[in-house]
């Protein structure tokens, strides 16, 4: 038996590795420098919860309570950061259990049921936020890939100036000169 585990696993570490390439709908997907305003939330992938549903499986009560101490905020994001964009807006989908953490971080994950469609009908569209797909460039999360609500994003980017006013004095915006009469 000792004989078979090592053949075996002396096979596996033959086997060549290569380096993987993160496609995305878009043709150019490159990371673009975007500048917030204020604050973006960065939540992590629901794939990077698959663990602890497999530790569901095995021992149910043990697994839903590590479940519930996993975060599904990846970051907070401000000022000048490098994102790509992995793809085009699309709704958020239920994950079944790990929809829950999201719900329980922000209500706005909760996937609810359009007015006007019955509960017992056989096409039940779900109605949730949208979201973008994400990669975090070049920080301290190592390449991760996640997700941003698209209402935050846009939120995010706009200037929070009160129309009538004048953009802050701050390089490359120069203090503006008076004409003296």
């Not at 992938?45 to 095995?58: I, R």
């Not at 994400?134 to 996640?146: A, E, P, R, T, W």
């Amino acid at each position: 038996m000792k004989k078979i585990v090592i053949f075996i696993l002396v096979g596996l570490f033959q086997f060549p590795v290569f380096a993987v390439h993160v496609l995305s709908e878009f043709e150019h997907s490159l990371c673009e420098e975007v500048k917030l305003s204020s604050e973006l939330r960065v939540y992590k992938d629901p794939s990077l919860f698959v663990g602890a549903l497999g530790e569901m499986y095995n021992d149910p009560q043990q697994g839903w309570k590590s479940l519930m101490n996993e975060t599904p905020v990846l970051t907070h994001l401000s000022g000048t950061v490098e994102l790509m964009r992995l793809g085009v807006p699309a709704e958020f989908k239920n994950f079944g259990v790990i929809s829950k953490l999201y719900e329980l971080a922000d209500s706005r994950f909760k996937v609810t049921q359009p007015q006007g469609i019955k509960k017992d009908s056989k096409t039940k569209p779900r109605t949730g936020p949208l979201v973008i797909p994400v990669k975090v460039c070049g920080s301290s999360y190592g390449d991760s890939l996640g997700f941003v609500l698209l209402a935050d994003f846009q939120r995010a980017q706009k200037q929070n100036i009160e129309e009538g006013t004048l953009p802050p004095s701050v390089y490359p915006n120069p203090v503006p000169v008076l004409k003296k009469n």
